[in-house]
């Protein structure tokens, strides 16, 4: 089993960046690929960015392509996304979440953190 734990989300002005860190329990890390969701006030939670196990692959949704990065450590057990360019359409609650498998589709992950809200001022 996995447990993670988002943070750094917080208020940020148009045009400005955030990192935020998903640091996961379990030596089982590496076995996992990791995901990036996001749910905004009355939408479905949507897909941003998905990562493979050994971190050589990632994925992007058309929204945040060339805005933001997700990348991985194994060793610390963590994955990361680098928000830059920020717009306040990416207001939204962000969520890490694990699978055996890289996917695109929420159902598909079985892990899930608690989320960290990030808020994008015009």
């Known amino acids: 089993q996995v447990q993670l734990v988002e943070s750094g989300g917080g208020l940020v002005q148009a045009g400005g960046s955030l990192s935020l860190s998903c640091a996961a329990s379990?030596?089982?890390?590496?076995?996992?690929?990791m995901g990036w969701f996001r749910q905004a006030p009355g939408k479905e939670r949507e897909f941003v960015a998905n990562?493979?196990?050994?971190?050589?692959?990632?994925y992007y949704a058309d929204s945040v392509k060339g805005r933001f990065t997700i990348s991985r450590d194994n060793a610390k057990n963590s994955v990361y996304l680098q928000m830059n360019s920020l717009k306040p359409e990416d207001t939204a609650v962000y969520y890490c979440?694990?699978?055996?498998?890289?996917?695109?589709?929420?159902?598909?992950?079985?892990?899930w953190g608690q989320g960290t809200q990030v808020t994008v001022s015009s």
């Open positions: 990562i493979n196990r050994s971190g050589g692959t990632t």
């Open positions: 979440a694990a699978d055996l498998k890289r996917s695109y589709y929420p159902d598909d992950y079985d892990y």
């Open positions: 379990g030596r089982s890390f590496s076995n996992y690929a």
